[in-house]
């Protein structure tokens, strides 16, 4: 039986923030404060979502400076 290859994701998230100064952002944690309790108002929407195979991940993780060992991918 041949073993069906591995699938990643790969989802783009924008998020919008509106405040009366100007915004310097740091962190996803502290923007989500800024947004839900603090003195910012916010939007989150998913701006696309595809699916990569082996191949493609492995280039997406080198653009992120990460490495292809993050999946155990190989190829």
């Not at 923030?17 to 996803?28: A, I």
Request: net charge negative; proline share 3%; charged share 25%.
């Amino acid at each position: 039986m041949k073993k069906k290859p591995r699938t990643f994701h790969k989802t783009i998230i924008q998020v919008e923030v509106l405040s009366e100064d100007f915004y310097d952002f740091n962190d996803l944690e502290g923007t989500h404060y800024d947004i839900t309790e603090g003195a910012c108002s916010g939007k989150v929407q998913v701006i696309s979502q595809v699916e990569l195979n082996a191949k493609q991940v492995r280039e997406a993780l080198f653009e992120q400076g990460s490495d292809p060992s993050f999946f155990q991918v190989t190829c």
